[in-house]
Each structure stands twice: as C-alpha cells, then as structure tokens.
C-alpha cells in the first residue's frame, strides 16, 4: 500500500515523498499547492492519466475498509493488525499530503460505523467499555488533527472567522468566552456538518414559498436537466454559501424528483436489511464483504444532509460496486453448487 499512496500523492499534488516529509517537519499545510497544483493540471477531469491513480486509490481504500473489518469483527491474526496499521499510515500520507481532512473523517466514520455495528452483538469478545474508549479517543484525535490542519492553512492564526454570514464566530459568545479555540472550532465544524441542514431548509422554503411551480420542481425528474436548475443556485441568489458543502440529497432531489427520491432510499434501506442477514453466513467471505458494502452506505447516507463524499470519489464507488459484485458472484456460485449436488 505504500508505493499506491506515494504514486497517488505525487500524481494530485506533484510532490514527492521528501517534500512532503520535509512539509510536516517545517508544520505547513500542503493544501493549497495541492489545490494550485490540482486546477493548474485538470485533474478535476476525467482522462486516461488518471486511471492508475484513480486504481491505486481504490486499491488503497478497499484494503483499508477489509482490513479493519477483518481486525475488528472477528478473531485476527497479528499480520492482519499489521497490514492494517500500514495501509492506515498509507492513507494518512495521503491526506498529509492533500493538506486535507477528509481521509481522516472517512477513517473515523469507520471507526463510528465500527462502534454502533458491533455495539449490536456482531463483535466476537468484544467489551463494551473499551469500545467507547477507543471510539472517543480515536475522534478526540480526529478534531485536533482537523483543528491543527485548518490552523495551518491561516498560519496558525484563526483567521477566517466568518465561513458564511450564517456562521460567523462571535466574541460575544458563550462557547468563545469559556473557549476561543473551542469556539472557532465548532464554527468551522458546523460549516461542513451544519450548514446542509439550513441550506436544505431554506431550499424547500423557496420552492413552496416564493416560486410558482415549486411542488412541481419538487415532485418531477430531471429538473437540473429540463430547466437548468442547480443545486447551488441560491448560493448567488439568497443565501451565502461560502466555502461550506451543498448537501448531496439536493443533487439527487433535482435529477430524482421526491417520488423516486423516497424509493432509491428504501431500496438502499432493503439492500442494507439484506446485506445484514448475510452477516450470519457461514462462508467468511460473505460477512466481510457485507460489512465492508454496509459501511459504505452508511457513508452514503452520512453525505446526504452534508456533502458528496461517496459518488464524489471514484474509488469510493469502485469499492462499492467491487464489494457488490464480490457478493453477488459468491451467492450465484453457491446456487450452482446447491443445484449440482
């Protein structure tokens, strides 16, 4: 996983493995080189280049995910604990060198994911109090290193205090007068977390308040299509989006319509239904696979009041169609199996 993630680094960022060393040690962010370096070569299209980083991705995130379901939900070896200590030092040098957090957010949403599944009884010994322990440590660590990475884009300074004129950090605050730092914390945590629920809320307010055929919108398919309508268009319209996330849910209301909206969801909550039943199965691989597949729809529905974190990232959606597919061929092998016998 090592070379996959120093391969990757260097394809969407341009830096090799001692710039980016040589970066932590001095304590800067790498995060808008990487963003300069990002739009500089259009790495934000698709093309023929792409593709070995995007597999490498990919290859680095379902090895992650196996890893760490392996390790927590059954009896794992040591060489399973090892390999999974190395693929998380891999995406960790990813994300050091993106200047980015998310790769540690999909890591601790793992670890979430983790803690409530085996909260219910799938874990094999597993003590309850060690389990909120590790999981409070492990996103106690998760916000510093957040906090220090968008210190360190300011140069250690708060700066930036308004992401939007609906979050603004004020001085006048409870939170900021107990805590500045735990104050600017939580406004820049309820830019990414907070913010979708206004937007949505304001979005539907427009639609059934102030425009004509607002149940109409609402209601039909392909609106982004038919009648040019963006999700961020109240971002230049009414509302100050900022640097903050539009909610995914959105993408899929204007292109869905609410009917087929509401009917994906529940087919996504009977595919998970059915993928927990699997975790009973005798055949290791099964179980596995389902609770690797499992945490990405739960990803899935964490993006839908938020942001775009699964179809956004290629290597999320190959690693769930991989899983899918894994899955499926293990049952149509078994079915030819029963039939021989």
């Known amino acids: 996983m090592i070379p996959t993630s120093i391969y990757a680094a260097y394809f969407y960022t341009g830096s090799g493995l001692g710039d980016i060393l040589s970066s932590f040690r001095q304590g800067s962010s790498n995060y808008n080189e990487y963003q300069r370096y990002f739009m500089e070569n259009s790495l934000h299209v698709f093309s023929e280049k792409k593709i070995l980083a995007i597999l490498s991705l990919f290859l680095m995130k379902i090895t992650l995910v196996c890893y760490f379901i392996l390790c927590v939900f059954s009896r794992s070896n040591w060489y399973l604990w090892v390999g999974l ?61 957040f906090y220090n990475n968008i210190s360190l884009r300011y140069g250690g300074q708060l700066a930036d205090l308004c992401t939007s004129q609906v979050l603004c950090y004020s001085n006048d605050s409870l939170l900021s007068n107990i805590s500045p730092a735990l104050a600017y914390l939580s406004v820049k945590l309820s830019a990414y977390f907070a913010f979708g ?76 239904q059915w993928l927990t039943c699997l975790l009973g199965s005798s055949n290791r691989l099964e179980p596995v696979c389902a609770l690797s597949l499992l945490y990405f729809i739960f990803m899935f529905m964490v993006s839908l009041p938020v942001g775009n974190f699964l179809v956004g990232s290629s290597a999320n959606i190959l690693s769930s169609l991989f899983l899918l597919v894994c899955i499926i061929c293990r049952k149509l092998l078994s079915k030819q199996k029963k039939i021989r016998v």
Do not use: H, Q
């Not at 540690?104 to 979430?112: D, H, K, P, S």
């Not at 599944?117 to 916000?143: D, E, P, R, Y």
């Open 85 to 145: 200590i190395i693929t998380g030092c891999s995406y960790v040098y990813f994300s050091l060198a993106r200047g980015t957090s998310f790769e540690l957010f999909e890591i601790l949403l793992l670890v979430v994911y983790s803690f409530f599944m085996s909260w219910k009884g799938k874990k094999i010994g597993a003590n309850s109090f060690l389990k909120v322990t590790v999981t409070l440590l492990v996103v106690i660590v998760s916000v510093i290193i």
């Open 197 to 272: 629920i206004y937007y949505v809320s304001y979005f539907f307010e427009y639609f059934l308040s102030e425009s004509n055929y607002g149940l109409f919108y609402i209601l039909m398919p392909l609106n982004n299509l038919l009648f040019n309508i963006e999700p961020e268009f109240l971002c230049a319209k009414d509302v100050d989006c900022g640097a903050s996330w539009v909610p995914y849910s959105l993408n899929m209301f204007l292109l869905l319509g609410a009917i087929l909206y509401f009917i994906i969801i529940f087919l996504i909550g009977r595919t998970s």
